[in-house]
């Protein structure tokens, strides 16, 4: 890999790669809709609209690898979700396909499958069970990854970020919590494993309470550092009492009960 390129640049996963991917590679060139701080040595800055396709050729050319952040990290209105993860995604992986680009590391979400229940653990083999418009736009995400990989050879990784962040914020993401280092070390493995076609992992630290069987993660080399358990005792002693029990009884938590009209499970 000599030139990668990070889409979604200016985000809190974005910013936080930036750092940690600093000098692995000899160019990171980095892109969002929004102003990004300007150049160090061996970066590249350009600003684009996913959804604007001659934007991304140009951020896209001579590029090795791709690691799409890019588009709206929650639930929106479909007009939203649809112009920056269904178009904006699709124009990443057409665009990527033209200029010969070998790998992209797709940053999928838990919300592609967040409406299995918490007492189900899952692997990567499970259908998409999206828990809201945006957790089907990366289920249709990981679609356009598996086509483009088996029809045009693109190797990609599909990591099912769980949440992102320095620390665990309460107790769902005691479960699913990844941290930056062990979030960059799935996306190095994404960009340079030697035999990677297409796979599904679950992009999360090594938490004890996690609810999933993240084998295909390891199978891959992935060796995560992290431990949400250490925080437990604060989180869950901050934790309000009263959660709405459609959030409390999914993997997608709030996403799940969100616009929830279907009749109450029994408890
Ligand atoms: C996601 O996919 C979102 O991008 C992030 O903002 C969090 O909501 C996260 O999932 C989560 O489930 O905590």
Redesign the pocket.
Known sequence: MKRVLITGAGGGIGRSLRETMRGVYPILRLSDRVALAPARDGEEVDQAELSDMAAVERIVADVDGIVHLGGV??ENDWPVILEANIIGLYNVFEAARRAGVRRIVFAT???AVGFYPRDHKIDHKVVPRPDSRYGVSKAFGEAIASLYSDKHGIGVLCTR???FGEKPIDKR?LS?WISPRDYTQLVRIGLEHPDLRYEVVYGVSNNRRSWYDNSNAERLGYRPQDDSEPYAETVLAAEPGGADPIAERYQG?TFCAAEYTAPRPRP
């Open positions: 990290s929650g979400s838990n919300h970020i769980g949440n993401r699913i938590g």
